[in-house]
């Protein structure tokens, strides 16, 4: 069974950084999209940034390109999210999330961590 468990969550001044870990279990994640969505209050989940398992190529929104940067461990089978220059529209639930390069949709998720960033 797939798990995704998400950590490096907390409270932080806006201009700062946050590391956030995911870390992947119950199967082999070749060929699989590791993903980071988030969702603010009111608002619906939008997506982050994702990594390619296999090749490491990544995209992101343009919301954080250029201050987020996504990266995997394959020898830990973890999934990271470095998050600079943070703003307080960057509070939010962020979750971790894992899906077959060739599916439709996201199968996978981590149960969340907060993230709130103060002005």
């Known amino acids: 069974q797939v798990q995704l468990v998400e950590s490096g969550g907390g409270l932080v001044q806006a201009g700062g950084s946050l590391r956030l870990s995911c870390a992947a279990s119950?199967?082999?994640?070749?060929?699989?999209?590791m993903a980071w969505f988030r969702q603010a209050p009111g608002k619906e989940r939008e997506f982050v940034a994702r990594v390619n398992w296999s090749s490491d190529s990544t995209a992101y929104a343009d919301s954080v390109k250029g201050r987020f940067t996504i990266s995997r461990d394959g020898a830990k089978n973890t999934v990271y999210l470095q998050m600079n220059s943070l703003k307080p529209e960057d509070t939010a639930v962020y979750y971790c999330?894992?899906?077959?390069?060739?599916?439709?949709?996201?199968?996978?998720w981590g149960q969340g961590t907060q993230v709130t960033v103060s002005s």
């Open positions: 119950g199967r082999t994640f070749s060929n699989y999209y």
């Open positions: 999330t894992a899906r077959a390069i060739v599916a439709g949709q996201y199968d996978y």
